[in-house]
């Protein structure tokens, strides 16, 4: 699988791709989160009226919360965020004619997707049995197990 075709469907069959799915996912919200916050700030140091422009604060910072939420494995903010997102596009769309660039979207709507195929195929596999060492006592190990080889044909 080349690394095209590995975004644009990654394999979530393993824990670790279900992370990085979900990793990427986490990362492509807090990206719309600050481009958001962003916007809105510019629009409303240009006219500092409160009106309609508080509610881009409230979008941005609801796409933060929706952003940890996935970083947290939850299903249901992968949904949402989906959901949300596509809704928010379509809305966009038909009430001022235009809703953007048609690539931006399809990518984030993709990245958005591999979140929720993430999020439900990590819930999927079962939890870490409980005596299994973690990474850094595996390295330990292997460190210790050559510095006794290096001992033992020293003696020798």
């Known amino acids: 699988m080349t690394l095209l075709q590995s975004w644009f469907w990654p394999d979530v069959s393993s824990r670790k791709n279900a ?15 600050a481009l958001t916050a962003v916007f809105t700030f510019i629009d409303f140091a240009q006219n500092w009226q409160a009106d309609d422009q508080l509610w881009g604060f409230v979008s ?9 939420g996935i970083r947290q494995k939850s299903r249901t903010a992968a949904v949402a ?3 949300l997102y596509v809704a928010g596009r379509i809305w966009s769309w038909i009430g001022t004619g235009h809703g953007g660039s048609i690539v ?3 990518l984030v709507a993709l990245a958005l ?4 195929r993430g999020t439900f195929a ?12 973690s990474i850094e006592d595996s390295f330990r190990t292997f460190g210790k197990s ?10 020798k």
Do not use: D, Y
Not at 60 to 68: C, N, R
Not at 123 to 133: K, N
């Open 104 to 106: 931006l979207f399809v």
């Open 113 to 116: 997707w591999h979140g929720i």
């Open 122 to 133: 990590f819930h999927r596999f079962g939890p870490i049995a409980a005596g299994t060492p």
């Open 146 to 155: 050559q510095k006794a080889a290096r001992e033992e044909s020293e003696q």
């Open 60 to 68: 941005a910072a609801f796409l933060g919360g929706i952003a940890f």
């Open 81 to 83: 965020g989906f959901a």
């Open 19 to 33: 992370l990085a799915a979900i990793n990427e996912t986490f990362w492509v919200m807090m990206f719309l989160a």
